[in-house]
């Protein structure tokens, strides 16, 4: 599940990204920075982490979960793109509200 937040003063968006799941951990990996894991925080069975990204974008991310590389995608996205290793990658899009 995706959450977005504009944040006008930065154009940029506060967006908080949830996977629930029984998984031991997860993190997300996304091109915005790099495809860098980010590690993110579990509560009640979902994982959660927050992430600012510049407005009118759109960029591709996966999860990572139990420390293998077992990869999953999000329901919730705003669309999916094939990548290079013949699986699809996540999409959340950031387009301003102006």
């Known amino acids: 599940m995706l959450k977005k937040k504009y944040v006008k003063s930065k154009d ?12 031991r951990d997860a993190v997300l990996v996304c091109e915005a920075n790099g495809w860098e ?9 979902t994982f959660t982490v927050k992430m600012r990204l510049p407005a009118n974008g759109r960029y591709q991310y996966r999860y990572l979960i139990n420390n ?3 990869w999953l995608n999000d329901d919730a996205a705003d669309g999916y793109a094939p ?5 699809t990658n996540s999409i959340v899009e950031t387009y301003s509200v102006n």
Do not use: D, R
């Open 83 to 87: 990548n290079e290793h013949g699986s």
């Open 68 to 70: 293998s590389s077992e």
């Open 37 to 45: 894991p980010v590690e993110m925080k579990k509560s009640k069975g």
């Open 12 to 23: 940029e968006y506060e967006v908080t990204f949830e996977l629930p799941t029984e998984a």
